[in-house]
């Protein structure tokens, strides 16, 4: 892919998406606001378009502002996907990095939590983390490395995860890299059956898809879990699977 830019000065980096907002735009807290939005808005308009097809003149009327008002937060539409790839590329890392520091949890919990936590947010309304990964594919090739870097990073977390089980005796002897990639994979698939008018919420699904996971790590019954409830939900999964194949004819 092209990486430059005919809307505006070329010369997005991942060096400069590293760049703190704060260092960029002030602690002007509508700035952010808008900046926020700018994203929002130009991440859609990527995956509904195409990057290469988006200008910045359409992310500006998307968003109501002059062309030149864009300027001012972003020098071109090389920056924008820079930001969205630092920004959802390092969230869910730093959010498994405090799961997996906390002290009085185990492991089975930290897992537990992980999964729900990462689910909640892929499934949750204008998720910019499940945009990101529909929009893998034109992702221009010098912010590669730094997306790629998110996603090893997040998925080591989850073998040391796994590992931690391990040795405490809470999980059986598996081997941890593939347990950790069934894991992911469980989340990242439901984005693509997850109907928001289906009946059960983001939550409730992270919760089902985290007792699946670690009921095959465990091996066996835990006694912490509701079969009954683990029933129902799984019931709420069937119903959303048999409206996505409605709606797919």
């Known amino acids: 892919m092209d990486a430059k830019s005919s809307d505006g000065p070329a010369g997005a980096t991942a060096q400069s998406a590293s760049r703190p907002a704060s260092a960029k735009n002030g602690s002007n807290p509508r700035k952010e606001l808008v900046r926020e939005q700018l994203i929002g808005i130009a991440a859609e308009l990527f995956e509904s378009k195409g990057f ?118 809470e999980f059986r002897d598996v081997n941890p890299k593939i347990a950790a990639f069934a894991v992911i994979g469980m989340a990242n698939w439901t984005s693509r059956w997850y109907s928001p008018r289906g009946r059960m919420t983001p939550e409730e699904i992270g919760v089902t898809i985290a007792d699946f996971a670690i009921q095959a790590l465990l091996g066996k019954t835990s006694p912490g879990v509701d079969e009954r409830a683990v029933r129902d939900v799984a019931d709420g999964l069937r119903d959303q699977l048999a409206a996505l194949d409605r709606l797919l004819g």
Do not use: C, W
């Open 52 to 169: 290469d097809q988006t200008s910045m003149n359409d992310i500006a009327q998307a968003l109501g502002l002059g062309r030149s008002a864009v300027y001012h937060y972003f020098r071109n539409k090389e920056e924008i996907i820079a930001s969205l790839v630092e920004s959802e590329s390092r969230t869910p890392s730093h959010e498994l990095e405090a799961i997996r520091a906390a002290p009085d949890l185990s492991a089975t919990e930290k897992l537990r939590r992980a999964i729900v936590s990462g689910i909640t947010r892929r499934l949750s309304e204008g998720s910019r983390f499940n945009l990101l990964s529909r929009l893998e594919p034109q992702i221009p090739d010098e912010l590669r490395p730094l997306y790629d870097k998110g996603r090893r990073h997040i998925l080591d977390l989850y073998v040391q995860l796994i590992e931690e089980g391990i040795a405490s005796g």
